[in-house]
């Protein structure tokens, strides 16, 4: 009897649909069943150790991040590889099952930052070498593939290197610093150039003139000898920052173009293409103190803000469709904004919420991020088909013990990746603290185990109002001075000694 009762409610919702389709998309929202990936036997698991704008989650729905273990931090004392001195590795979860995958001997701590369509892992681990400058573990790339990690090496003599992310064609793009000349702008004080690394070759890409050139990001996987990112102009100092001028490269097959800048000397930390050739980043403008975001595509061209100072892009897909987020005018909120044809779209906050940031954008065009109190994300939320924003802790079932803070990536199957904080904890971006969870459609009013939200309801969501926003601190979208730059880029990568001072 229930059965039949479910089978009607379906069909009614097919007859509406047929009827008058826009007031079903009004109405209609979509519900989630969700499952918490767990952890390694510790407290947390992680974002991307790369940070926004990395593939965690494929379209076969596999996972690769990294979680704590259920024992100290062997290098405790002296390094702490995450903020609560567990140790760290990096897993694979796939199908209910999270798999420890390993890290360099005797002894260390990894992270993954992407996998590929494929399965294929990259990231970085501590291996048994420890940096004669700072004393610690060095880094090293690493691949993982068919239950083997592989060591990736260095760049001529170079003493760290990281990997960043792996295409579907299996080619690790990441960077390693080079055994010469000292310099102030590279990690560790040695030069830092992008790699290629491919059937068991490391190759240097080389640089627009200076002595560094990092890699950007990888979005939802970019083409096969294609690579996006910052590299310095020369080794002069620059009379605006006090440091060499940095712009956007372009390198495909073996041939590296300059996509110069919006008129300042400083990039942002994200930058990636789709198979268009399309390519998104940040630029500074005249004068290093606004960023702007910018679109590429055989021309530079600003995509502007919502009418404050700065915007990021940090999602494109092959429809040119681009998530990232804006300053409001005042430059103290920043909303998440989509680029369509040309125009930005506010997608506005979750209710009560000043600011927000769109984190990943799949191929039909949703939305994923975080709405924040423009401090640290409070609720993830999913956007779709014109609005409004919705709170994906609303679409879920009740009893989970968890909020959901901030959504990283969507797959083209609607999947959502996710980190979840405990109730009654505030969350704090700097920390990441919690569990990484994935939240899975839920197709049909049949499907009802695990599924939570309503099928119906009322718009969830609303631009913030200005009563809401009070003691804001200054957008933290503001460009940094190149030394901050530097710092927070380690910072987000592991790469800086346990005491050191956070921006």
Same mark, same amino acid.
């Given at each position: 009897?229930?059965?039949?009762? *479910?089978k009607? %409610? ?18 209609q929202?979509p ?16 974002g991307s150790?790369?940070?926004?704008g990395?593939q965690?989650l494929?379209?076969s /729905?596999t996972?690769?991040?990294?979680a704590d273990?259920?024992?100290p931090? &062997?290098?405790a004392?002296f390094f702490?590889?995450?903020l ?7 897993? =694979? ?8 995958i390993?890290a ?11 996998i590929?369509?494929?399965?294929? #892992?990259t990231? !970085?681990s501590?291996s048994a070498?420890i940096?004669p400058v700072?004393g610690?573990?060095?880094? =090293?790339?690493v ?5 083997q990690?592989?060591?990736?090496g260095?760049?001529d003599g $170079?003493?760290e290197?990281l990997?960043?992310? @792996?295409n579907?064609?299996?080619q ?5 610093t080079?055994?010469s000349?000292?310099d ?6 040695e ?11 490391m ?11 990092f890699?950007g ?5 970019q &083409?096969?000898n294609? +690579?996006v990112g910052?590299?310095?102009l020369?080794?002069t ?5 006090? !440091?060499p001028?940095m ?6 097959d073996g041939?590296?173009?300059?996509l110069?800048?919006l008129g /300042?000397?400083m990039?942002?930390f ?7 050739? !399309?390519? #998104?980043?940040e630029?500074?403008?005249? /004068?290093?103190?606004?960023?702007h975001?910018f679109?590429w595509?055989?021309?530079?061209t600003?995509l ?5 100072d700065?915007?990021e892009a940090i ?5 040119g ?5 804006a300053d409001?005018?005042?430059n103290? *909120?920043?909303?998440?904004?989509l680029?369509?044809?040309g125009?930005i779209h506010?997608?506005?906050? @979750?209710? $009560?919420? &000043?600011?927000?940031?769109?984190r990943? %954008?799949?191929?039909?065009g949703?939305v994923?991020g975080g709405?924040?109190?423009? *401090?640290?994300?409070?609720h993830?939320?999913l956007?779709?088909r014109? $609005?409004p924003?919705?709170d ?8 989970s013990?968890f909020q959901l803070?901030?959504?990283?990536n969507?797959n083209?199957?609607g999947? #959502?990746l996710?980190?979840?904080a405990?109730?009654?904890?505030t969350?704090?971006?700097d ?5 990484l ?7 049909? +009013?049949?499907?009802?185990?695990g599924?939570?939200g309503?099928?119906q ?5 609303? =631009?913030?109002?200005?009563?809401s926003i ?5 957008? &933290?979208?503001?460009?940094l001075?190149?030394a901050?730059w530097r710092?927070?880029f380690?910072? *987000?990568?592991?790469? !800086?000694p346990k005491g050191?001072?956070k921006?």
């Amino acid at each position: 009897m229930k059965s039949s009762i *479910r089978k009607s %409610i379906g069909w009614a919702f097919v007859l509406v649909a047929m009827l008058n389709p826009s007031q079903l998309t009004a109405q209609q929202n979509p519900r989630y069943r969700l499952v918490d990936l767990g952890t390694l036997g510790g407290p947390h698991s992680y974002g991307s150790v790369n940070g926004d704008g990395f593939q965690l989650l494929n379209n076969s /729905g596999t996972v690769a991040s990294a979680a704590d273990l259920g024992v100290p931090d &062997p290098n405790a004392g002296f390094f702490c590889y995450v903020l609560d001195c567990f140790q760290q590795h990096a897993f =694979r979860w796939r199908d209910g099952v999270m798999t420890d995958i390993g890290a360099l001997p005797p002894n260390n701590n990894s992270a993954a930052g992407s996998i590929n369509a494929r399965g294929w #892992i990259t990231g !970085q681990s501590q291996s048994a070498e420890i940096d004669p400058v700072l004393g610690i573990p060095e880094f =090293r790339a690493v691949l993982w593939k068919h239950g083997q990690m592989t060591d990736l090496g260095t760049l001529d003599g $170079g003493t760290e290197s990281l990997g960043i992310y @792996v295409n579907d064609s299996g080619q690790v793009v990441g960077f390693s610093t080079i055994n010469s000349t000292p310099d102030p702008l590279g990690f560790f004080g040695e030069p830092t150039h992008t790699f290629i690394w491919e059937r068991g070759v490391m190759r240097d890409i080389g640089t627009l003139g200076g002595q560094d050139a990092f890699p950007g990001t990888s979005c939802s996987g970019q &083409p096969r000898n294609v +690579v996006v990112g910052m590299s310095s102009l020369s080794s002069t100092p620059n009379p605006t920052t006090g !440091q060499p001028t940095m712009d956007y490269f372009l390198w495909k097959d073996g041939k590296m173009t300059d996509l110069g800048s919006l008129g /300042g000397t400083m990039t942002g930390f994200t930058g990636c293409a789709n198979h268009r050739g !399309q390519v #998104i980043g940040e630029s500074t403008l005249p /004068g290093d103190s606004m960023l702007h975001a910018f679109l590429w595509d055989g021309t530079m061209t600003d995509l502007g803000t919502l009418g404050g100072d700065n915007s990021e892009a940090i999602w494109i897909n092959d429809a040119g469709e681009i998530a990232g987020s804006a300053d409001l005018p005042g430059n103290q *909120r920043h909303d998440a904004v989509l680029w369509k044809n040309g125009a930005i779209h506010d997608l506005g906050t @979750v209710s $009560g919420d &000043p600011c927000s940031r769109g984190r990943g %954008i799949n191929a039909r065009g949703q939305v994923v991020g975080g709405s924040s109190d423009c *401090r640290n994300f409070l609720h993830a939320f999913l956007w779709e088909r014109g $609005g409004p924003m919705l709170d994906l802790n609303t679409v879920i079932a009740s009893g989970s013990g968890f909020q959901l803070t901030n959504a990283f990536n969507i797959n083209d199957r609607g999947e #959502i990746l996710a980190k979840a904080a405990p109730l009654g904890f505030t969350p704090n971006d700097d920390e990441d603290l919690g569990h990484l969870v994935l939240l899975v459609p839920c197709h049909s +009013v049949d499907d009802d185990e695990g599924c939570g939200g309503s099928t119906q309801g009322s718009a969830l969501t609303t =631009r913030a109002t200005a009563s809401s926003i009070v003691k804001l601190g200054p957008s &933290p979208m503001r460009p940094l001075p190149a030394a901050e730059w530097r710092a927070q880029f380690a910072q *987000r990568l592991h790469l !800086q000694p346990k005491g050191t001072p956070k921006n």
